[in-house]
């Protein structure tokens, strides 16, 4: 997983305050968190506020299906990439 600060420069772009926006830094911690969540192969997901797409990517790992809702236009591109 590429870091957050990495992604954010390669796309040119910011971490926007205003929506409280924070990014995973620990790429097992998403995993784990699916982990706990008890997400399986039958599952679909909901996901809001994708981010950078850590969590959607651990998420999808393990479920039949996820969607990722992301009120920050600027990252969609990122998170269709």
Do not use: C, Y
């Not at 620990?26 to 981010?51: K, T, Y």
């Amino acid at each position: 997983m590429t870091s957050p600060h990495t992604l954010l420069k390669a796309w040119n772009l910011r971490a926007r305050k205003a929506l409280g926006q924070n990014f995973l830094k620990e790429p097992s911690l998403a995993a784990r968190i699916v982990e706990l969540a008890g997400i399986g192969r039958e599952d679909v997901v909901l996901e809001i506020g994708a981010g950078l797409g850590a969590m959607t990517v651990a998420a999808a790992r393990q479920a039949r299906r996820v969607v990722a809702v992301e009120k920050d236009r600027q990252l969609v591109p990122l998170l269709r990439a």
